[in-house]
């Protein structure tokens, strides 16, 4: 099966983050990078990789209070940097195809760091400008290289995890199979470490408690009673942990327990309206905070009411804030936002706007985001064809369904996109083109033909051989 990014992008306000990073980049951008920006001029993180093999490359999602910009590096590409006056979260990603681990790093203006790969092809990350700590910035590799795929369910690193009986067995997307074993393992590597005096005190103690809570929400998920009974009470419920990703994690999961059967079910008004009777104080700000990051796949009308409701009982003025600006915005309840903005700053008011600068072509249109890892894996093909078939007749043009104009920018000049051919479409989530074009996942590809008409609503992506069968088609009519 070919790989998408899915959303239901008619009715989502794209956070420049696919959904998984949708909760992660409101709660920890908006709590805590965005309030500690530095005063100092712009300074470059500069990222290097310290591995030859042609055949490996590693994903970098680097997440701040701009938007989310991917950085890609390989045995062509090995060094790249990015400009900044604040902290970034990167993300980096597996190195194989299935995305099996998603490990997370603070890094800060100046920072240089060198990433090699470890036997079982873990990151491994070295500072060369600044004191650092080898083993508590490399944790998670070192935990699952120590484990044979431990899974720490705040991080999700591994989409595979060791059962009781020593066999692998894969693990459907939010299932998890034996959250004791692994959280009884990683507590056993992380005290090895602070009894040899490898970790400080700090981490430890904060590490510890992450995976605790981590263990709780991976007992919730596996809906298995008796564990719940004998782990899960109120008592967990701490205001002073709201600051962590891992305590509002669990806060969220524990309320989807008492009002789902099966984990793989999606109400999140209902989810919220849990989490506004269960919790009280700055639990439930937090919590209810993050729950209206997944409201945002509903309509933006239900998203308005929610916030409206959020605001009035919400105590946390820095909350209240930043839901004003993002969802009760002029900007978000625009009800029909379709301008696409060309690189140079030109707008047009609609996509057929667009096409009528090129009356004479057939036109291939590539919908794709920063943060969207097949659409950037399309672009190479889409190079090649367009060398091949723009003389012919056919125009290429690539629409970003970003958020964030920055992260559009960086990566379009990172992937090497012609800024002649390059739109951005800043409301997608509102816009009729994305619902007149049927659009729920990308990349979508879609053809036109010399009039706008179009023939093709999911045409084959340029590394498909049966592209060039239509092409030829459309090129004889």
Same mark, same amino acid.
């Not at 510890?208 to 991976?218: D, E």
């Given at each position: 099966?070919?790989?998408?990014?899915?959303?239901?992008?008619?009715?989502?306000?794209?956070?420049?983050?696919?959904?998984?990073?949708?909760?992660?980049?409101?709660?920890?951008?908006?709590?805590?990078?965005?309030?500690?920006?530095?005063?100092?001029?712009?300074?470059?993180?500069?990222?290097?990789?310290?591995?030859?093999?042609?055949?490996?490359?590693?994903?970098?999602?680097?997440?701040?209070?701009?938007?989310?910009?991917?950085?890609?590096?390989?045995?062509?590409?090995?060094?790249?940097?990015?400009?900044?006056?604040?902290?970034?979260?990167?993300?980096?990603?597996?190195?194989?195809?299935?995305?099996?681990?998603?490990?997370?790093?603070?890094?800060?203006?100046?920072?240089?760091?060198?990433?090699?790969?470890?036997?079982?092809?873990?990151?491994?990350?070295?500072?060369?400008?600044?004191?650092?700590?080898?083993?508590?910035?490399?944790?998670?590799?070192?935990?699952?290289?120590?484990?044979?795929?431990?899974?720490?369910?705040?991080?999700?690193?591994?989409?595979?995890?060791?059962?009781?009986?020593?066999?692998?067995?894969?693990?459907?997307?939010?299932?998890?199979?034996?959250?004791?074993?692994?959280?009884?393992?990683?507590?056993?590597?992380?005290?090895?470490?602070?009894?040899?005096?490898?970790?400080?005190?700090?981490?430890?103690?904060?590490?510890?408690?992450?995976?605790?809570?981590?263990? &709780?929400?991976?007992?919730?998920?596996?809906? #298995?009673? $008796?564990?719940?009974? @004998? !782990?899960?009470?109120? /008592? =967990?419920? %701490?205001?002073?942990?709201?600051?962590?990703?891992?305590?509002?994690?669990?806060?969220?999961?524990?309320?989807?327990?008492?009002?789902?059967?099966?984990?793989?079910?999606?109400?999140?008004?209902?989810?919220?309206?849990?989490?506004?009777?269960?919790?009280?104080?700055?639990?439930?700000?937090?919590?209810?905070?993050?729950?209206?990051?997944?409201?945002?796949?509903?309509?933006?009308?239900?998203?308005?009411?929610?916030?409206?409701?959020?605001?009035?009982?919400?105590?946390?003025?820095?909350?209240?804030?930043?839901?004003?600006?993002?969802? &009760?915005?002029?900007?978000?309840?625009?009800? #029909?936002? $379709?301008?696409?903005? @060309? !690189?140079?700053?030109? /707008? =047009?008011? %609609?996509?057929?706007?667009?096409?009528?600068?090129?009356?004479?072509?057939?036109?291939?249109?590539?919908?794709?985001?920063?943060?969207?890892?097949?659409?950037?894996?399309?672009?190479?093909?889409?190079?090649?064809?367009?060398?091949?078939?723009?003389?012919?007749?056919?125009?290429?043009?690539?629409?970003?369904?970003?958020?964030?104009?920055?992260?559009?920018?960086?990566?379009?000049?990172?992937?090497?996109?012609?800024?002649?051919?390059?739109?951005?479409?800043?409301?997608?989530?509102?816009?009729?083109?994305?619902?007149?074009?049927?659009?729920?996942?990308?990349?979508?590809?879609?053809?036109?033909?010399?009039?706008?008409?179009?023939?093709?609503?999911?045409?084959?992506?340029?590394?498909?051989?049966?592209?060039?069968?239509?092409?030829?088609?459309?090129?004889?009519?």
């Amino acid at each position: 099966m070919k790989a998408k990014c899915y959303y239901r992008i008619n009715r989502l306000i794209i956070r420049s983050l696919h959904i998984g990073w949708l909760y992660f980049f409101f709660f920890s951008i908006n709590c805590s990078i965005a309030s500690i920006k530095s005063n100092n001029k712009e300074s470059y993180i500069v990222l290097e990789l310290n591995y030859k093999d042609k055949n490996k490359e590693i994903w970098i999602n680097c997440i701040d209070s701009n938007g989310s910009h991917l950085i890609i590096l390989n045995a062509k590409n090995p060094k790249d940097s990015l400009l900044t006056n604040e902290k970034i979260l990167a993300v980096i990603t597996s190195f194989k195809c299935e995305n099996s681990f998603n490990i997370k790093y603070n890094l800060f203006p100046k920072d240089h760091i060198i990433i090699s790969i470890n036997s079982k092809e873990y990151p491994v990350l070295k500072k060369l400008n600044k004191d650092y700590h080898h083993i508590e910035i490399n944790y998670y590799s070192l935990l699952n290289d120590n484990f044979n795929g431990i899974d720490n369910f705040g991080n999700k690193i591994l989409n595979y995890i060791l059962c009781n009986n020593g066999q692998k067995e894969k693990v459907r997307n939010g299932e998890i199979l034996n959250p004791l074993y692994s959280f009884l393992n990683s507590n056993k590597f992380l005290d090895s470490l602070y009894n040899n005096k490898a970790v400080s005190y700090n981490f430890y103690k904060q590490t510890i408690q992450g995976q605790y809570y981590s263990f &709780l929400g991976g007992i919730l998920q596996s809906k #298995n009673k $008796n564990l719940i009974k @004998k !782990y899960i009470n109120q /008592s =967990y419920i %701490n205001d002073t942990l709201t600051k962590h990703e891992y305590y509002i994690d669990f806060l969220y999961n524990y309320a989807i327990y008492f009002v789902e059967d099966e984990f793989t079910k999606k109400n999140h008004e209902k989810y919220y309206l849990q989490c506004e009777k269960m919790y009280k104080g700055s639990s439930r700000d937090a919590v209810l905070f993050y729950s209206l990051a997944s409201l945002s796949i509903s309509s933006s009308a239900t998203v308005n009411s929610f916030a409206k409701r959020f605001i009035k009982t919400c105590k946390d003025t820095s909350l209240v804030r930043i839901v004003k600006n993002n969802y &009760l915005s002029t900007n978000y309840n625009k009800s #029909n936002s $379709n301008e696409l903005i @060309k !690189y140079s700053g030109k /707008s =047009y008011k %609609n996509l057929q706007e667009l096409i009528n600068e090129s009356p004479d072509k057939a036109i291939y249109v590539d919908f794709w985001a920063s943060w969207c890892r097949p659409c950037l894996s399309e672009l190479p093909h889409s190079k090649s064809l367009k060398e091949e078939y723009n003389k012919k007749g056919i125009k290429f043009i690539y629409i970003s369904i970003d958020k964030y104009r920055t992260a559009w920018e960086r990566s379009m000049k990172q992937v090497d996109i012609s800024k002649t051919e390059s739109y951005w479409l800043p409301e997608a989530g509102l816009s009729n083109i994305v619902k007149q074009l049927h659009i729920k996942s990308i990349p979508r590809y879609i053809i036109m033909d010399k009039t706008g008409k179009v023939l093709n609503y999911d045409a084959p992506r340029p590394s498909d051989p049966k592209i060039r069968e239509v092409f030829s088609k459309l090129l004889k009519n």
